[in-house]
Structure formats: C-alpha cells, structure tokens
C-alpha cells in the first residue's frame, strides 16, 4: 500500500465524485480509479458504491476513512511539529473570533502579542461562536473567542470575561431618555434579534424569557451591526452589546438592571489537539492578558 493511495482514497472520499475529486488532485480521472481499485484489491473489499460519476462510501469505506483521517493527521501534524521545534518563534496562529471582537479587542491582542513575538503569523476566522466551533472540532483553527461552550464534551474553554448587553432603541422611544430600565418595560416593542443558532441569540432569548417577555421578532439578522441599522431606522428594539460607531442621533442605549443582562466570552480550543508552541504562547499571553483587567 502506498501513501499515495491513502491521499487519493481521502479526497475521493470527500468528493463523492471521481472527476472533482481528480481535478483537485490534478491527475487524470482513470489514473485515480485505478489507484483506488489497487487499494480495494489489496484490502479485499469495495470502499465505495458506484453510481455513474458519483462514488459513495459502503459502510467498509466509512471505517476505513476513519483510520486514514488519523494516519493522515498524525502524519501533518508530526511534520507541523518538527518544523515548529526548529522555528519556534516564526509559526502560524489560526485564530477565530466574533464579529463584535473585531473592531478593537482582537486588533489590540495580537499588536501586543507581536511586540514580543514579532515573526508569529496569524490567520484570522470571524463568525457566530456555532461556526467556530464547528471549525474548531473540524480542526480548520486553533483557537477561537467565543461564548460559552455546552454542547462539546472534546471543547475546552476558559471563561475570559462579562460583556454587558445594552438595550438599543430608536430615537424618540419613550424609554430612550432611560438612565436604566427593566428588561420587561420592552414587552410590548417589536425586536429584532439575531438569527436562531448565534450565540448571542440563545442569551438573548434567555434573558428576555427570564424577564416574562415572549418577543414578537420582526427582522432576524447575522450582524450585530445590521441588528443595530434596523433599530435605527425605527424597525424594532434589541439587545446587544455596546458597539462602537452607532449613531447616538438614531439609536439609544441604555443600560439594563434587572435581569443582568451579559454575555460571557472565553478562550477554545480542542482537546487532544496539537497546538504549535506560537498558539501555545498566544494561548496564555490570552489568559495572562484578561487576568489583569
């Protein structure tokens, strides 16, 4: 058996598909059956189901991909690990984060994590803490910022800090004047919240059924900053966090007293996942970085 064969075994797996699946290889589609046919002659059973150009995996394939993701992941991450043993301070931190961190705090943390570490790199993923999770498990990044995790047992994380959430209404609301108000004093609003499966959502729906309040949503959005444009142009109210830019002109904000109204944000990564000693570094530069504030 050759390493090839488990490479094109991998991709054709992926694709389902003998021509993508060669393309991306960039070899010829009969070259690519015929290694996977070798590989089947030396294993003494089909992988896969044939349907025209479209191939699936039988259940023989499905445990055997099993084992090849392992060999092929062992085998990256043992070369990963050497290079990054002879080039300790020159790696790569693939980093994911929310949308909300963007602006100022990410910006911030890796300018100060460069001023000492100036040759470490760093790949940046933004999205809704449900993607980067699921990037994490995949293994697409090394660490991520995000709310907290309950659904992962292979997920760890590490609570960084509170986030006060704001109530954001249109100016010219009769609460917009409010030094603070009660969550409940919105019941009878419209809200515009963020779509179901955002982090932010599922505190939000929280919050608002702890205050009594079942939300007629009118508008659902993917950015926090979308949410805050339909609040202004008088759509509906929310809850979010206190973003930069918006314009006092056209949205109020205004502190929430009861229920406490937060989101808490924290530091993942996977379990039993190699971590090079750049996202090592990071890592607790993050954690000694929020034990000062």
């Known amino acids: 058996m050759e390493w090839q064969h488990l490479v094109y075994f991998q991709t054709v797996a992926r694709f389902q598909h003998m021509t993508r699946a060669a393309e991306s290889l960039s070899i010829s589609q009969p070259a690519l059956s015929r290694s996977i046919s070798r590989l089947e002659e030396e294993l003494g059973v089909p992988l896969f189901e044939r349907q025209g150009r479209s191939i699936i995996l039988n259940r023989y394939g499905s445990l055997f991909l099993k084992r090849v993701d392992n060999i092929l992941t062992e085998f990256q991450e043992g070369k990963q690990e050497i290079q990054d043993l002879l080039h300790p301070e020159s790696g790569e931190v693939s980093l994911g984060f929310l949308h909300t961190l963007g602006t ?20 940046l993923t933004q999205n809704n803490s449900g993607v980067l999770l699921e990037k994490l498990e995949a293994g697409e990044i090394d660490l991520c910022l995000v709310s907290a995790n309950e659904s992962n047992v292979r997920v760890q994380w590490e609570k960084l800090w509170s986030e006060e959430l704001l109530a954001i209404v249109p100016a010219g609301h009769p609460l917009g004047k409010s030094k603070t108000i009660l969550l409940s004093e919105l019941k009878g609003d419209s809200f515009i919240l963020l779509k179901k499966g955002y982090g932010l959502r599922k505190v939000t729906d929280d919050l608002l059924a702890e205050a009594g309040i079942v939300p007629r949503v009118t508008f659902e959005g ?30 109020c904000k205004i502190p929430v007293h009861w229920p406490t109204c937060e989101r808490v944000i924290g530091m993942a990564w996977l379990e039993g996942k190699y971590l090079s000693p750049a996202t090592i570094q990071f890592k607790q530069f993050v954690t000694d970085y929020f034990n000062k504030l």
């Open 104 to 123: 100022h705090l990410i910006p911030d943390l890796i300018g100060t994590f460069r001023e000492s570490h100036p040759n470490v790199k760093f790949q």
């Open 222 to 251: 993917e950015e926090v900053t979308t949410v805050a444009g339909l609040v202004a142009e008088g759509l509906g109210v929310s809850l979010i966090p206190d973003i930069k830019g918006l314009d006092s002109s056209k949205v």
